[in-house]
Each structure stands twice: as C-alpha cells, then as structure tokens.
C-alpha cells in the first residue's frame, strides 16, 4: 500500500469519506490546503474514489477489518476523522479498530463520528444510536491519544426532508411537550466546516458543543412562516408521554428492521431534544471567527 505524506500540511485521516458528512469534510479540509487521506472500502465504485480525487484528496482502499492495513494506512496522520455511519457494527466495532489503528500509528488526535445532541447528559437504555456513542466514548476515554467530539443537535437540513417536523403541505409545526423548548440544530456544511477547523487545530477539548441556530417549536413557526410567507400554525400532538407510547408501539412493530434510522429513532432523537435532556450547553460557536452560522429560516428557505 502507498501512502503519501506531506511534511508542510497536516495529513487528516479521514474515515467516511464516500458519505454525505465525510465528502463535504474533504472538501472542507482540502479548501484549507490540510492533505486528505480517505480511506475507503475495498471495491469502492471508481465515481466514489474519482470524485473524492478530484478534490485532491488522497484514496485509500482498506479493509476495515485489517488491523495491520488499518495501522499502515494512518501513518504519518496529525488526526484521524471518522464521519462513519452504522450501527453498533460500525460506530462501535469499526470504529474502535480505527482508533487501536490510529494508536499504534502514533496519530496524536481522534474526532469520533458523533456529531448529535448531547449523549453525554443521557443515560443508556434511552436512545438506541446514541447508546453506540456512549460506548465508543468509554473506549476512546481509556486510549492514549487526544479525542474531540462535535456535538451539533440536529441536521438543520433534516427540518426539509426526513423529520417530520416542519409539516409544509398542512402549514404547521408538529411537537410533543412544551412550545418554548429550546432546540439545537446545526447545518450538515457548518457541521463539515467547523469539523474541518477542529481537526486542523491541535489543542481542542475533550467535547465542542455547536449549534447553528436554536429554537423553539414557536420559533421554528416564525421561521417557517417567514421562510415561506405562509402562516404556519403549531400542532401540539400530546405530552412527552404520547411521544414514548408512539416510539414503544413503532419499535414492536419494527423490531426486526436493521436501519440504521428507523422512525422510532428518529423519535428517540426529537423526544430527547423536545425533553431538554439533550440540550448543548455552553456552546463552543465563537471558537473560529471565520465561520458562518446558517439559521433555520436560512435552510427553510433553500427548500425546493
Ligand atoms: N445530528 C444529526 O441530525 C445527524 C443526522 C444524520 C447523520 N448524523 C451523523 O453524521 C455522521 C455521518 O453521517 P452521514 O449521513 O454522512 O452518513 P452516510 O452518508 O450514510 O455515510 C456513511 C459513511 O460510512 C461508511 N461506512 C458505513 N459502514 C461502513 C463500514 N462497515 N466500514 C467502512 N465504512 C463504512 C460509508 O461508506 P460506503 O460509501 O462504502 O457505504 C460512508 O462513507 C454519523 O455519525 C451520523 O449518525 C447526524
């Protein structure tokens, strides 16, 4: 295997690459001159592999079982960064011979695909996917090397898309509990950049809390009304109770689905933001003046 380094740029190991996080972290990272080393699976499709080269990334293929090929693929690394996706296979078992491999390269830093609301505030048994993180952190904590995680609420992005939140075609906010909890909600691109400038800085702490914009269910009706010039209204669908009976219900039915977002998890995701259980505190945004918060209303608006 042949691995390149650069003695003038840092060299960032990045795992993931080929997903949505990770190819915008590329793009990130390359912008700001860092040398990017993706390291891809084996068999990789050459459109994946060509347009992470094309932003002059560095393609590695490795089999993520290896850990000898995993070791030699992190040399020369300043940090590894792992935007991967998956269940515990990946976000625990993957990821914990990325870091052994990471360790036994010398790699000095570690930034674990977490990049949610807060799991550190929540105990296990309470949200399937972060329980996943919350285990690979025991890891990490015990490991000889210097670990980051970003903590940045929800994908603002999914507000258009996958959470059904934001109701367009009814005009209305759809929320269990109270109207004037806040919400953290970060942009996929502000998550990548502030990443990107994390994993390019050398002394960040242990955990960077960010959140691009903070709501309530009421702001979130004043964003999407002025996003879309349309009144929207609120829809409150019961008490946090009505919200877990939904999730218990789901899961039954669903309890042999493999996903790695099934709908009961996304409920878990918006019960723990609804309850304030996960909110960020003391955010960490001013940390690098160059970077450019989108707000709610901002990514409402792109809606096409
Ligand atoms: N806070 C939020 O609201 C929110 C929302 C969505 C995602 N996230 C988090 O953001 C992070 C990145 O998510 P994403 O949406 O960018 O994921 P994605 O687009 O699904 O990409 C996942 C990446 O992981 C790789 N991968 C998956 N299984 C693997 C394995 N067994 N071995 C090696 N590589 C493997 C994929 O490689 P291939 O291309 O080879 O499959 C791909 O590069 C995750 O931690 C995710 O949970 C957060």
């Not at 570690?110 to 296990?124: A, G, H, N, V």
């Not at 970003?150 to 992005?157: A, H, Q, S, Y």
Request: hydrophobic share 45%; net charge positive; charged share 20%.
């Amino acid at each position: 295997m042949k691995i390149s380094t650069s003695l003038n740029n840092p060299t960032i190991i990045l795992a993931g690459a080929t997903g949505h996080l990770g190819g915008l972290l590329a793009e990130e990272l390359r912008k700001r001159g860092a040398h990017v080393r993706a390291l891809v699976r084996v068999g990789t499709e050459a459109g994946k592999r060509a347009a992470l080269q094309t932003l002059g990334a560095e393609v590695v293929e490795v089999n993520f079982q290896n850990a000898l090929a995993l070791t030699q693929a992190c040399q020369g690394g300043t940090c590894v960064v792992s935007a991967l996706s998956g269940l515990r296979d990946v976000m625990v078992d993957t990821q914990t011979r990325l870091l052994n491999a990471a360790v036994a390269a010398g790699v000095p830093r570690f930034i674990p695909s977490d990049f949610s609301i807060d799991f550190t505030r929540l105990t296990y048994g309470h949200n399937r996917n972060l329980d996943f993180r919350k285990e690979f952190a025991e890891v990490l904590d015990q490991a000889p090397i210097a670990a980051t995680s970003i903590l940045n609420g929800m994908f603002t992005d999914l507000l258009t898309g996958q959470a059904p939140v934001v109701l367009f075609p009814v005009k209305r906010i759809l929320f269990w509990g109270n109207a004037d909890q806040p919400l953290d909600f970060t942009n996929i691109a502000n998550t990548a950049t502030y990443t990107a400038l994390a994993a390019l800085d050398p002394n960040t702490p242990r955990y960077l809390r960010i959140a691009g914009d903070v709501q309530t269910p009421k702001g979130l009706q004043r964003a999407a009304s002025q996003a879309t010039g349309h009144p929207f209204k609120l829809l409150r669908a019961g008490g946090l109770g009505v919200l877990n009976a939904m999730i218990r219900v789901t899961k039954t039915l669903m309890r042999n689905s493999q996903e790695v977002f099934p709908p009961w998890q996304g409920m878990q995701y918006l019960r723990d933001m609804l309850s304030g259980q996960a909110k960020l505190t003391s955010l960490n945004n001013d940390r690098y003046p160059e970077m450019r918060w989108t707000s709610v209303q901002q990514v409402l608006a792109s809606r096409r």
